[in-house]
């Protein structure tokens, strides 16, 4: 990741809610939300991050109070009120960035605050199941690349 980006560190992580164990499995009428926590609100867990982090980021989850990056994900009321969200234009897509980190008390750490900026953007996709889905995500990246 960092190598496309030049960023000195990289990471991914997704919307979703968290989960509770199951124990003895499912009974057999449970529907696919069966191991969600009821009223559990959603939260980002990273999942990905380029080697030099990924012990400090990899299975970290951030909750929606934590930090800026709900902001972007909030609906555009929220969004309207963070000046660090730049809305899509000039071919990028909606971004959240901060240009020095340590100066911004809201933003949220793992370890010890490094100087340097954050950018977070808002990707989302129906679904990449299908192969359609997945051409037609190609070749949207090949075109925003172009």
């Known amino acids: 990741m960092t190598e496309f980006t030049g960023a000195s560190a990289c990471y991914v992580g997704f919307v979703t809610k968290p989960i509770k164990g199951i124990k003895n499995g499912l009974a ?12 559990a609100k959603q939260e980002i ?3 990905y991050s380029s080697e030099n982090c990924k012990d400090v980021m990899k299975d970290k989850i951030l909750l929606q ?3 800026v990056t709900y902001d972007l994900i ?11 969200i730049t809305d899509a234009k000039d071919g990028l897509p909606k971004h959240l960035f901060i240009e020095e ?3 911004d008390k809201s933003v949220k750490y793992y370890q010890v605050p490094k100087l340097g900026s954050y950018m977070a953007m808002k990707l989302e996709y129906q679904t990449c199941l ?3 889905a ?5 070749a949207n990246y090949s075109e925003v690349n172009e």
């Open 28 to 39: 057999e009428d449970a529907d696919e939300n069966a191991h969600h926590i009821v009223g």
């Open 45 to 47: 867990q990273f999942q």
């Open 65 to 67: 109070e934590e930090g």
């Open 74 to 84: 909030n609906d555009e009321k929220t969004n309207a009120t963070n000046k660090n």
């Open 101 to 103: 980190v340590v100066r």
């Open 130 to 132: 299908f192969e359609e």
């Open 134 to 138: 997945y051409e037609a995500a190609v």
